[in-house]
Nanobody, 125 residues
Framework: QVQLVEFGGGLVQAGGSLRLSCAASGRTFTNYNMGWFRQAPGKEREFVATIMRRGGSIFYGASVKGRFTISRDNAKNTVYLQMNNLKPEDTAVYYC??????????????????WGQGTRVTVSS
């Protein structure tokens, strides 16, 4: 399995921005479709975004579309999540995930086989 480590969480005021990073190691990064999920206190894990192996196809959850941008740098084995115009409801632990399958677009939690430990994002009002 690929190992994933997230960075970049923290406390930000509403309307602000943060960029999360997820560094992958242990396997060939370009073999993986990458995703971001989040989990707020007392809620189920929610899909945020997916980016396919070569970065050509990207998908977003409805609650973040237009505000968040997922990208990847295959030379650095890193996937990013740029979060703009943050809202208090974006407060959650954000998780990076990897899916090694081909021919499928991973959008559900069950689609991803490898997960990072999470990084906490808190948006104050």
């Amino acid at each position: 399995q690929v190992q994933l480590v997230e960075f970049g969480g923290g406390l930000v005021q509403a309307g602000g921005s943060l960029r999360l990073s997820c560094a992958a190691s242990g396997r060939t990064f370009t073999n993986y479709n990458m995703g971001w999920f989040r989990q707020a206190p007392g809620k189920e894990r929610e899909f945020v975004a997916t980016i396919m192996r070569r970065g050509g196809s990207i998908f977003y959850g409805a609650s973040v579309k237009g505000r968040f941008t997922i990208s990847r740098d295959n030379a650095k084995n890193t996937v990013y999540l740029q979060m703009n115009n943050l809202k208090p409801e974006d407060t959650a632990v954000y998780y990076c995930a990897a899916d090694e399958r081909s021919g499928v677009v991973p959008l559900r939690e069950a689609d991803f086989g490898s997960w990072g430990q999470g990084t906490r994002v808190t948006v104050s009002s």
